[in-house]
């Protein structure tokens, strides 16, 4: 298996057949399917409310007075007077209103429409996104394997049927990675609350440049697997009917199997990568210098003519360098994802013995 020949192939195939970039572009929806807020001050929600026997007092500031006696009978009555005073601020602290029941409905509601909405968001996404990916899968099978291909409609209308069990995928990949970083903390959590617990600064420092990097590298490993498991895992599915746990098993035995290939694998993605990002950074500089000056030229004439123009041309600039970016990304997504169908597929089975 040669990975570098695979990476150059990726992208050569993904240039050559243009609907395997589309694909790409939907599949990133994958990746961004894997809070609540403060309401507010519910008394401010009713204006005007009045509330029965609570008069704000107004108190002046006692007149100055001409003769020694009246301050002498001031001085002697500020006790009971400050007494008064406390009360009176006292009465003077606003209390919040209350909500009624209708009220109440409509935050619960407006809450719960919220989360829905933010479900289904994710639901949709992550069906586009997967499906997506299974038909560019797919596609890059078949022309690997010589095989037609109709186009970018035919390719997602075949990735559907496998879109939920690629979702159900992700979420045990993440999981993979999610489970012992949790474990991880609770036992570091404990270790810390032991060394605090004895008070000495000398076996802290210790404790921390210990663990702290062993903790960083078993993150970063982790990572690193479940990255490949969301490649691997997919391509056992598409090209192996595995359903969702045990295309996960399948992808872990590959990668136990040929650990060699898998890993020089990952690094010639990540050197790729990091060329991609090189050039993308380069591209968004270039796409900049371009647009700032004609983008800058509207913005002035607008502020002279009309305020109202230049508005519009920046938001236009910054729609013109997010499309821009979408289909840099969409491109880089499918040569990576054929990049990985071309890898498993050249992976000998797990089960298969050694010669």
Known sequence: MDSIENIKKSVKMVWAHKFLWGL???ALLAAGSGGGGNVGNFGNMVPGSSRDGDEVRETAAPAAVADSGEEADAETASPADSGEKEASTGAEIA???KIDAKEYAYIIGAICLGVIGFIALILVMGYAG???????????GRIDAGEPTAGYREAYRAGKPLAWRLF??????????LVPMLAMLAVGGAIAYGV?????IVLAIGAAVTLLPIAAILLILLGIITQILTMLAPAASVFKGEKAWAGVKYAFGLIKKHPGKVAVAWLVQLAAGIVAGIGTLILILAALLILSPFGLLIYVLGQIQNPAVGIPAVAAAILILFVLMLAVQGFINAVFVSFWTLTFRELPDPETPDA
């Open 168 to 177: 159900g995928q992700g979420i045990l990949a993440s999981l993979v990675f």
């Open 130 to 140: 997967n499906a997506a990916k299974a038909g560019l899968m797919i596609s890059v």
């Open 24 to 26: 790409g572009v939907v």
């Open 196 to 200: 605090y617990a004895t008070k000495n």
């Open 95 to 97: 209390i919040p209103a």
